[in-house]
Antibody, heavy 127, light 107 residues
């Protein structure tokens, strides 16, 4: 069974840092682009960042560019999101999501539909 | 950036009814559009991709259609478990974008 389990969320003050993790199992992690998507309380979905299987390409939403860094460890089947200079508006549930199709089956450097998703980890930025 | 606008924001319907949700894009793109269902306290679930292909395990009452800039998700006969928020997403180009969502409520 494919599973994604996020961790690392919590309460943090503005300007501080937090690192999220996503542990993957049940599939060949090194074959898929991985993604972070967030959802502010009561709001819709916002794509945050994506990383290709070999970490050659990383993509970021403008709202987090320069503050967040996505990374992965294929040996550990883990995805990470280092979040620096956190702002009040970064408060959200952060979901880890896998590309639906493996990298080799996708058009070069194109995004994909997202499935499956983890259950999310809540990040609250507050003074 | 492709902006996706969903309408209506909220739809109040009765079980057994047929309902159509809309998603309009700010520019034409290839049919790399997906629909997701999200229930309270849960992660989104992929329903439809490539405009009209149902994901594994998705009931046949969910139908996707459209092209160009206008896309729709039709649920042919609403079941109680279908009351949720639905999002469209484009995966044609970076950045990935989502619509703001349509909430299906029980009338």
């Amino acid at each position: 069974e494919v599973q994604l389990v996020e961790s690392g969320g919590g309460l943090v003050k503005p300007g501080r840092s937090l690192r999220l993790s996503c542990a993957a199992s049940g599939f060949t992690f090194s074959s898929y682009t991985m993604n972070w998507v967030r959802q502010a309380p009561g709001k819709g979905l916002e794509w945050v960042s994506s990383i290709t299987p070999g970490s050659s390409y990383m993509y970021y939403a403008d709202s987090v560019k320069g503050r967040f860094t996505i990374s992965r460890d294929n040996g550990e089947s883990s995805l990470y999101l280092q979040m620096n200079s956190l702002r009040l508006e970064d408060t959200a549930i952060y979901f880890c999501a896998r590309d639906h199709g493996p990298w080799a089956a996708r058009p070069l450097l194109s995004p994909d539909r997202l499935a499956p998703w983890g259950q999310g980890t809540l990040v609250t930025v507050s003074s | 950036e492709v902006v996706l606008t969903q309408f209506p924001d909220t739809l109040s319907v009765s079980p057994g009814e047929r309902v159509t949700l809309s998603c309009r894009a700010s520019q034409t793109f290839n049919n790399n559009l997906a629909w997701y269902q999200q229930k309270p306290g849960q992660a989104p679930r992929l329903l439809i991709y490539g405009v009209s292909t149902r994901a594994t395990g998705v009931p046949a009452r969910f139908l996707g259609s459209g092209s160009g800039t206008d896309f729709t998700l039709t649920i042919s006969s609403l079941q109680s478990e279908d009351f949720a928020v639905y999002y469209c997403q484009q995966f044609d180009d970076w950045p990935i974008t989502f619509g703001q969502g349509t909430r299906l409520e029980i009338k």
